[in-house]
């Protein structure tokens, strides 16, 4: 038919840009020890859903079919944001629970400014109820108060099993191009299913960015409910949270401020620059032999 792949056909406002971009740099830190480091952009696969958030959401929303969402996040949640946009984008109503019952008289921080711009409506909970959601009669409690019992739950940070699911086409598109693949953590969820996709031969590396030491138990969790069993082959270094969640010291700053630099690759700070200062580490440690090829996962951009 004339005109059919002309410009821009596709109408779905949620299409994604598949497989992200798979970008080589030239890094002297890694150079010098003979490794390769590849950058993985997931950051360019939608403008609004950014990176993991569109390869979790997007099995979800299919499995919403058009009914309203609720999910949770902390202040600064790029997945209350991505959900947001996701709600404005399909035009279906949005409930975001937020952690933190003293930010509810307060004015909203950038973040959830713009999703409550994306028409997302914000219901917050006191910590102690938020930390108690998984309870089913919390959760049922508090969707009660948000008015938000018929809508579809997506869990905190959006990882479920279908989530996970969604995850491991990140594994099956770097098969055969890195032998180690690294992604920062915050539930897990992206972790176990990249893990799961890889494969036989590769390994994903996981960096944690809160404190705590959960994700080892967190994540084989996901992968049982995603996939029957513990998948791939995958570990945590624990060591680059820098003081836990959202915790961004100068030192920190100061290497993401470099990075930026010698890459021109804009540097999220909550996840991806930890991510980044890790590998870094690791490879000045000699942790990986010389000839492997590196690939790290940018899951996200800077916000705003
Ligand atoms: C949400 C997020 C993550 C963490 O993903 P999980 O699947 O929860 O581990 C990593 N990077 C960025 C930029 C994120 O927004």
Same mark, same amino acid.
């Given at each position: 038919? *004339?005109? =059919? ?6 109408? #779905? ?7 992200? *971009? ?18 993985? !952009? ?15 959401? $997007? ?8 009914? /309203? ?12 944001? $991505? ?42 909970? =006191? ?12 959760? @049922? @409690? ?12 997506? *869990?905190?940070?959006?990882?479920? /099993? ?14 055969? !191009?890195? =032998? ?15 893990? /799961? ?35 791939? =082959?995958?570990?945590? #270094?624990? !060591? ?15 290497? /993401? ?23 870094? @580490? ?21 916000? *705003?």
């Amino acid at each position: 038919m *004339p005109g =059919d792949n002309e410009g821009v056909t596709s109408t #779905d406002p949620l299409a994604p840009r598949l497989p992200s *971009p798979l970008e080589e740099i030239r890094d002297d830190r890694f150079a010098r020890h003979g490794l390769r480091l590849l950058l993985k !952009r997931d950051d360019l696969i939608h403008p609004d859903l950014i990176g993991n958030k569109w390869r979790k959401l $997007a099995p979800n929303l299919e499995a919403a079919r058009g009914r /309203a969402l609720v999910t949770f996040g902390g202040a600064y949640s790029n997945h209350l944001r $991505a959900t947001a946009a996701a709600g404005r984008l399909l035009g279906l109503p949005t409930t975001g629970v937020v952690r933190g019952q003293e930010l509810a008289g307060r004015p909203l921080n950038p973040s959830l400014s713009r999703c409550a711009a994306d028409g997302m409506r914000l219901h917050f909970v =006191d910590r102690s109820t938020y930390r108690r959601k998984g309870e089913p009669e919390t959760l @049922a @409690a508090i969707l009660r108060a948000a008015g938000a019992e018929e809508a579809y739950v997506v *869990p905190e940070g959006g990882s479920n /099993a279908a989530a996970v699911r969604g995850c491991r086409a990140l594994g099956e598109e770097l098969r055969g !191009r890195a =032998d180690v693949v690294a992604v920062a953590c915050g539930t897990g969820g992206t972790l176990a299913g990249l893990a /799961a996709g890889l494969a036989t031969g590769q390994r994903a590396l996981g960096v944690p960015v809160l404190k705590g030491g959960f994700l080892e138990h967190d994540t084989a969790a996901l992968q049982n409910r995603a996939f029957g069993a513990r998948t791939g =082959d995958w570990s945590l #270094d624990d !060591r680059f949270h820098f003081g836990g969640y959202a915790r961004t010291p100068p030192e920190l700053d100061t290497f /993401a401020k470099d990075f930026e630099q010698r890459h021109g690759l804009p540097v999220e700070r909550l996840y991806v620059a930890k991510l980044l200062y890790g590998l870094v @580490a690791l490879a000045g440690e000699g942790a990986f032999a010389r000839g492997t090829a590196l690939a790290a996962v940018v899951t996200g951009r800077p916000f *705003p």
